[in-house]
């Protein structure tokens, strides 16, 4: 039903910025809340932003908090993470999730379907 097809990592500058987009390439139902997830070396998988299947909710980690933005678009069955301000602290393999209902949260073990990851750097 659900298949995660992820782009716009790469090397950023400390301050720069980086748009993440996710698709569902099998263009399925729009209808499954949407997460990103990001892992550093050594470190646990660690929640970054989600949105409901309406876009009527959105939560971010502290983190992340009016540096970066989670939007998405159902008729492109595509998923967004707008990053600015971006700091070396932000370095990691991000991961977009869908949910197994409308609402994802922020736990991982709410999410059924991930994608590939996509590695992000930046530099001091």
């Known amino acids: 039903q659900v298949q995660l097809l992820e782009s716009g990592g790469g090397l950023v500058q400390a301050g720069g910025s980086l748009r993440l987009s996710c698709t569902n390439s099998?263009?399925?139902?729009?209808?499954?809340?949407l997460g990103w997830f990001r892992q550093a070396p050594g470190k646990e998988r660690e929640f970054v932003a989600t949105?409901?299947?309406?876009?009527?909710?959105?939560v971010y980690a502290e983190s992340v908090k009016g540096r970066f933005t989670i939007s998405r678009d159902n008729t492109k069955s595509t998923v967004y993470l707008q990053m600015d301000r971006l700091t070396p602290e932000d370095t990691a393999v991000y991961y977009c999730?869908?949910?197994?209902?409308?609402?994802?949260?922020?736990?991982?073990?709410?999410?059924?379907?991930w994608g590939q990851g996509t590695q992000v750097t930046v530099s001091s």
């Open positions: 099998r263009r399925t139902a729009s209808n499954n809340g």
């Open positions: 949105v409901s299947w309406n876009s009527a909710s959105k």
């Open positions: 999730a869908a949910a197994r209902g409308p609402f994802g949260g922020s736990s991982r073990s709410n999410y059924q379907y």
